[in-house]
């Protein structure tokens, strides 16, 4: 990538309140990640994955067709080692998050952590059920310390099968024990990347990718899943509410606080503190009108799904909120936080206020949170925001915000579909095999500097549900296109194909359902499976006319999420370059591991991944996936022109017609 001297704000993202933001920064002459990644010409032998660090013998960079590194290292086991250790890392982030709830459940099952509840009793019971743990007659609470206690020891394990394996479809299960993928510990899988990746361990490219795919899976249906349950069973599963996204949600009158991360443990104690009347009089008695509370990347998508709490914004608008100078405290747990943050921060007032044992920041403050004292943890840093409200100084608060309805878990969605009388997912297979919804797409992942912000998201989001696409959204992609309206029940419905409003106006729901954070992609997995047992589309995965994209990812985890969703049998597009692209023009065998992803997990998975820059020929390709999955079930060939008519656009085009026309168009009666 070029350097890029004279970029304008409408350059780096298309959400107006952050191009304001960026003019801000200009004018008092702050960096941002924008101009940051401006400036910083990515190093293109490191982006393409053919520089090895590994030892002090290196770095080793192979540039010239057949060169190795010292110890003798070929550009393809170069990359794949890249890959699996982005992989490891990934998957160790999504895990450690999973850990941590599996030990906040346990400290709840003991009355051990203040302020904290079951909330969910009946998903509790169900996700016990799936492992045979007695539900009956017996209390929540030790239901919960033996599903504590169950999870937790997935981590430890050293043999046999993560037991979140056995909710894969059954055909996906066989298919991983023949290619010897099942993970067998969450934590053994991750630790074993990092040791076949030291110098002088496992050198055969298509081994390591096996075990990229045993540890990514160890994520999707393991310490990601794991996380995903007991956020549910501890602060409820997600059913829509009204929400609202983007920087207009800060208020001039009130305390503003942000939480940006990921672990909801902690953020759904600030939400529950800032309620309290104690804080709120602590808020009234500094001149405030209370605290406001807010989000940013999936802590925002967190407390937006279960309490409507608004999302000031996705991952790059860290930066842009505090530039609002109206942000008291940002607090932040795991995962995502820059660390320009303090810098920036010391031009206003914010307070950045790191609480993870595992995170600190040289200049923040720290307020370590203890699940065992959350609640008062919780007060501790609201009362040292509110006490910062006093030195607020200019302020500059774009006024944008949209209203969305967050919240479709695959419960919920198993309920919208027939009620709590026959929730089934009948209806949805239904709409596929028809054609009324062409094919599903999961269009999730970060922001990225590289790329234009939210630009790539919504574009391929749009023309997708012009296409009569349904659409599932986690993440940052979630709030891109909650900024943009996307997320608006059935007013969003004139974006959509004749097909997809069908359905949507039937069921009421909008056409893209917001599915939580990045850990909740395991929500997409269920979902799938349930697709597959719900019967007619096919007996696995691969079967299902669907597609996932991550046009603007970045992180790690995004990786991990990629791999572990083509193993369990999906086609998988990344926006931007690979990060083991080779140069072709200079390394002739370097793009040996790229196909191997891509045809290569194909043969062996169904599901494959690869790396697109264009956004029409991510939609082209999207299409093509979901028609030849189509063909390959026997279902009808998609028609749009066959549909569109459903009973709610017919009554409002009735009620709109003079009334002795509708009598003609109803009965057929001429007027006269
Ligand atoms: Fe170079 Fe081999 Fe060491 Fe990597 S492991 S830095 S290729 S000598
Ligand atoms: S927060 S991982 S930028 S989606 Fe989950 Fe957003 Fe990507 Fe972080």
Redesign the pocket.
């Known amino acids: 990538m070029t350097k890029k001297k004279d970029m304008r704000p409408e350059d780096f993202t298309i959400d107006t309140a952050a191009q304001k933001m960026i003019i801000r920064a200009e004018e008092l002459g702050i960096g941002t990640a924008f101009t940051r990644a401006s400036d910083m010409v990515p190093c293109n032998i490191g982006g393409a994955g053919m520089c ?4 002090g ?4 960079r192979l540039t010239k067709d057949g060169q190795t ?3 003798g ?1 070929t550009i393809d086991t ?1 990359q794949a080692r890249n890959f699996i250790r982005a992989i490891a890392a990934g998957s160790a982030a999504h895990s450690d998050h999973g850990r941590d709830m599996a030990f906040t459940l346990k400290a709840v099952a003991n009355d051990e952590a203040e302020g904290y509840v079951i909330r969910d009793v009946a998903k509790l019971r169900t996700v016990a059920a799936y492992y045979d743990i007695p539900i009956e007659d017996r209390s929540p609470k030790e239901i919960a310390n033996d599903l504590a206690d169950l999870y937790i020891a997935q981590f430890g394990q050293q043999k046999g099968e993560v037991a979140l394996v056995k909710r894969a479809p059954s055909k996906r299960q066989k298919l991983w024990k023949e290619t010897g993928v099942v993970p067998r510990g969450v934590d053994r899988e991750t630790v074993e990347a990092l040791h076949r990746t030291h ?1 002088g361990d496992d050198q055969d490219y298509k081994h390591l990718m096996q075990h990229a795919v045993r540890t990514a899976l160890a994520d999707g249906w393991g310490g990601s899943l794991i996380a995903t349950d007991i956020s549910d069973i501890l602060f409820g599963t997600p059913a829509p509410v009204l929400g609202q996204a983007n920087l207009g949600v800060l208020r001039e009158d009130m305390v503003n606080v942000v939480v940006h991360g990921h672990e909801p443990t902690l953020s759904q104690m600030v939400v529950a503190a800032s309620q309290d009347p104690e804080i709120i009089e602590y808020a009234k008695s500094k001149g405030a009108k209370g605290v406001n509370l807010s989000g940013i990347c999936c802590t925002a998508n967190e407390i937006l799904m279960r309490q409507g709490i608004p999302a000031a914004g996705n991952f790059l608008h860290q930066e842009l909120s505090i530039l609002t100078g109206a942000v008291e405290a940002m607090v932040v747990d795991v995962q995502c936080i820059m660390q320009a943050l303090v810098m920036l921060a010391e031009n206003f007032h914010t307070k950045i206020i790191t609480t993870s044992p595992k995170v600190k920041i040289k200049g923040a403050t720290h307020i370590e949170f203890d699940e065992h004292r959350a609640l008062s943890v919780a007060k501790e840093i609201l009362k040292a925001a509110i006490d910062n409200y006093e030195n607020r100084g200019k302020t500059s608060i774009p006024h944008e915000r949209e209203d969305l309805i967050p919240g479709f878990s695959h419960e919920y969605i198993n309920y919208m579909l027939g009620g709590s009388y026959r929730a089934s997912f009948r209806p949805l297979n239904d709409a596929v095999i028809s054609g009324r919804i062409r094919g599903v797409a999961a269009i999730v992942g970060c922001n990225n500097p590289r790329s234009k912000q939210d630009y790539l998201h919504t574009y391929v989001t749009e023309k997708l549900l012009k296409e009569d696409v349904l659409v599932v959204e986690t993440g940052c992609g979630a709030i891109a296109s909650a900024k943009l309206g996307f997320l608006l029940g059935e007013a969003g419905l004139n974006k959509v194909g004749p097909g997809l409003k069908e359905v949507c106006e039937t069921v009421g729901i909008p056409p893209v359902l917001h599915m939580g954070s990045c850990v909740d992609n395991t929500r997409i997995l269920t979902v799938l499976t349930q697709i597959v047992e719900e019967g007619g589309l096919g007996d696995d995965i691969d079967q299902v006319p669907a597609v996932g994209l991550a046009p603007e990812w970045m992180s790690e985890k995004a990786l991990s999420i990629g791999t572990y969703c083509v193993a369990s049998g999906a086609y998988v597009i990344f926006g931007g370059a690979s990060p083991i692209s080779g140069m072709p023009d200079r390394v002739a065998d370097s793009d040996e591991v790229l196909h191997y992803l891509s045809e290569g997990w194909e043969e062996l998975y169904g599901g494959k991944m690869e790396f697109i820059q264009d956004p029409d020929e991510m939609i082209r390709l999207t299409l093509e996936h979901i028609d030849k999955k189509r063909a390959e079930l026997g279902l009808p060939e998609y028609k749009p022109e066959g549909f569109g008519r459903s009973g709610d656009a017919r009554m409002l085009e009735l009620e709109a017609m003079p009334v002795f026309d509708r009598r003609a168009a109803l009965y057929g009666v001429a007027a006269n």
Request: glycine content about 14%.
């Open positions: 090895c660090k590994l030892c013998m290196g770095p080793c590194g010292v110890c290292a170069i110098i």
